[in-house]
């Protein structure tokens, strides 16, 4: 049987053309470089960058490892981060 292929789509957001990567019967993903473009169209990796050190974004991570049951997510090591 062959593979299905993944699909590449462009959605618009306030004239911010953002990448949708879709395969069937997988989880989509949505490009957050696309996404930081509209705060910083030259240097979006500042913006994740400082997104990736808000306390909010870390400690929402970490509860995304727990609810998705990840068997190496190490909690203790977790908590010295946050």
């Given amino acids: 049987m062959?593979?299905?292929k993944s699909i590449n789509e462009i959605i618009?957001?306030?004239g911010v053309e953002i990448t949708?990567?879709?395969a069937p019967?997988?989880?989509d993903y949505?490009?957050?470089t696309d996404m930081a473009k509209y705060r910083n169209a030259d240097e979006p990796?500042?913006?994740i960058a400082n997104w990736m050190r808000n306390?909010?974004?870390i400690e929402f991570l970490g509860l995304w490892e727990e609810l998705n049951n990840n068997q190496n997510f190490n909690?203790?090591?977790f908590d010295t981060f946050k």
Avoid: F
Wanted: hydrophobic share 35%; net charge positive; aromatic share 0%.
């Fill in 2 to 4: 062959p593979k299905e």
């Fill in 12 to 14: 618009n957001a306030k």
């Fill in 20 to 22: 949708v990567l879709s």
């Fill in 25 to 27: 019967n997988q989880d």
């Fill in 30 to 32: 949505i490009s957050l």
């Fill in 45 to 47: 990796k500042i913006v």
């Fill in 55 to 57: 306390r909010n974004t």
């Fill in 75 to 77: 909690r203790i090591e």
